[in-house]
């Protein structure tokens, strides 16, 4: 994008030039941000999910490549391969947590 203000240079840029610099640049800074989180929150791995990434390649290498880029190699990205069942497991972890924030246990229950 730095050329873009350059008139001949502007002219040379294909529509596929100006995707993938968005792509890469979007990217970049998700993982710059998400590289920050982890580490203001002590995590070594942090979880990327979506239809998006899901069905595309070369969003999750430039996704990745920026995680250790920008961690020095210390965080890593972890992609999901079946992100749908992410959202079920987070409706299930809410059900089984009461109102005060505490599990239930339901191992122990008098029903069977």
Known sequence: FGYMNLPEK????????????????VLNNIGSISMMCARTENVDRILFSGSFL??????????????DYWSDGQIKAIFL???????????????IL?????ENDFTHSSQH
């Open 54 to 67: 899901r069905i595309n390649d070369l969003s999750m290498r430039i996704l990745a490549y920026a995680m």
């Open 10 to 25: 502007r002219e040379q840029a294909s529509t596929a030039d100006l995707a993938r610099s968005t792509l890469v640049t």
């Open 81 to 95: 391969e079946h992100e749908g069942y992410f959202s079920a497991v987070g409706c299930l972890r809410k059900f």
């Open 98 to 102: 009461d109102a005060n924030g505490h």
